[in-house]
């Protein structure tokens, strides 16, 4: 059901939500209208100057009491997200957890620095930048990770005054939207405040994503989507905020330490099945260390356990039969049948996918060119460094990473890759694509853990 000004709201139509793992039904998700949209976005519309007009340690207070709630029912999430996202247990706690800490992070930078007073441009003037909000979020989620993506622009958005409708992901409604509308219900939100109309992306989103209503539209997912998203917001000036895939590289030089390198490839490339927009997609490795790469990357795949998450397995399904045929049909059977060699997997089970390593890719592959979504691990070999790295350029990516024994070289490497991230000796997990800075300049981490969100994101001065 919808969650909107306030109330629950029964559909008329609904839909089954499936267990991943069993395809057991556990639950249902109604099918929301544009008319849901709309009467979600005028709720908004109305609650937004009422809520902004509160104190921030107010406004901190709702998002105290919204963690709270989601925090006494954090081990039911866990297994819920397991469930529902397909994911296993380690991954969840992940997912549950960051959710919970971006609410408290916007708890307390909601009631920081709200400006800041500038150099005045002529003596005797007194110049001052207030953020003030920008009014109703339209807020479009993924499946893959739909606590932690949609809290790290509910929070914020929510701490800085703005008001809400999220339209979470049709494959995920429950834990990425409903228990979400439970939290914000039990925390006592003003009406209107914040609310989640369920639905499929054809109906639900394509209304909420063209609505005018909104002072700004949030996406996370595919470039296809993102892409067309953008085209029909730039014809009205339409403002959006966008998170969209990329075919992310590997790169293995040849002083690599190989054994790292493979152990850390797993995790850029599987978590999660490799579902995740920050997964490695490509393994561009120098010759010298291609052939110990690839056995360290088999020898260790092959160790790896596929099955339901809550039997202690490594890997749990795919989120869905038209995921797992794209990666097989559209992605490992094409490149195989262009040249590429199977090193292990390449074979499934309903949605249980075995890791897989591809040798000899060529960038004429899909499983160079294409974003994988998937367990695949695209292994290609370049003559030099200098190769390696024109193999890795040209293709749009967010995070990246680089291996060299050599830490300066390593870093000069990561220089040259042109993507929002690039981690040296080290793979994504340890970082996230979260609560990136705006700016014109890439954000290159080693390392380092970032800082919380930049405040201009859900605000304008």
């Not at 997912?95 to 150099?119: H, P, Y």
């Not at 990329?246 to 978590?271: H, K, P, Q, R």
């Not at 070999?381 to 995070?399: D, F, H, K, Q, R």
Request: aromatic share 6%.
């Amino acid at each position: 059901m919808h969650y909107i000004d306030g109330a629950f709201v029964p559909a008329v139509e609904t839909a089954p939500v499936h267990e991943k793992a069993t395809g057991a039904e556990i639950g249902r998700y109604a099918l929301g209208t544009a008319a849901d949209v709309d009467r979600a976005v005028e709720a908004a519309r109305r609650a937004q100057p009422g809520w902004a007009a509160l104190g921030a340690p107010e406004r901190a207070a709702y998002l105290t009491a919204f963690a709270d709630h989601l925090r006494s029912r954090y081990d039911e999430l866990v297994e819920l997200s397991m469930r529902e996202t397909g994911g296993v247990r380690a991954k969840a706690v992940d997912e549950v957890s960051a959710g919970l800490k971006q609410l408290a992070i916007s708890a307390v930078e909601a009631c920081g620095t709200a400006g800041e007073v500038l150099q005045p441009y002529k003596a005797g003037k007194l110049s001052l930048s207030r953020a003030v909000p920008l009014g109703v979020l339209g807020i479009i989620t993924p499946w893959n990770y739909p606590v932690n993506l949609a809290m790290r622009a509910v929070a914020p958005g929510l701490a800085f005054g703005n008001t809400i409708v999220l339209k979470p992901a049709e494959l995920t409604p429950i834990i990425g939207g409903r228990v979400l509308a439970e939290a914000a219900d039990a925390a006592g939100l003003p009406p209107g405040v914040f609310n989640v109309v369920e639905g499929d992306g054809p109906e639900a989103g394509h209304a909420l994503a063209e609505h005018r209503g909104l002072d700004l539209l949030d996406f996370t997912g595919s470039r296809e989507v993102g892409t067309a998203i953008a085209v029909s917001a730039a014809r009205d000036l339409r403002p959006v905020r966008l998170e969209l895939g990329g075919s992310n590289a590997f790169v293995v030089l040849d002083d690599a330490d190989v054994e790292l390198a493979a152990s850390c490839a797993l995790i850029a490339s599987l978590e999660f099945q490799g579902q995740t927009c920050i997964s490695a997609s490509r393994h561009i490795v120098l010759e010298p260390v291609a052939d110990a790469y690839v056995a360290a990357l088999t020898r260790k795949a092959e160790a790896l356990t596929v099955g339901n998450p809550f039997d202690g397995v490594d890997l749990g399904p795919l989120i869905s039969e038209a995921q797992r045929d794209r990666v097989h049909e559209r992605i490992v059977l094409p490149s195989v049948a262009k040249g590429a060699l199977v090193a292990t997997g390449a074979t499934y089970d309903g949605l249980f996918y075995r890791p897989t390593v591809l040798t000899g890719v060529t960038p004429d592959m899909p499983a160079f060119a294409e974003e994988i979504f998937g367990p695949v691990l695209p292994v290609t070999v370049a003559a030099t460094e200098e190769e390696a790295i024109g193999l890795v350029n040209g293709y749009p990516m967010l995070m990246n990473s680089v291996f060299s024994r050599d830490l300066m070289r390593g870093m000069a490497v990561a220089e040259r890759l042109n993507a929002g991230e690039v981690h040296v000796n080290d793979a994504h997990a340890r970082h996230g694509a979260e609560n990136q800075m705006p700016g014109f300049t890439r954000r290159q981490w080693i390392g380092v853990q970032r800082g919380p969100l930049d405040l201009p994101e859900w605000t304008r001065r």
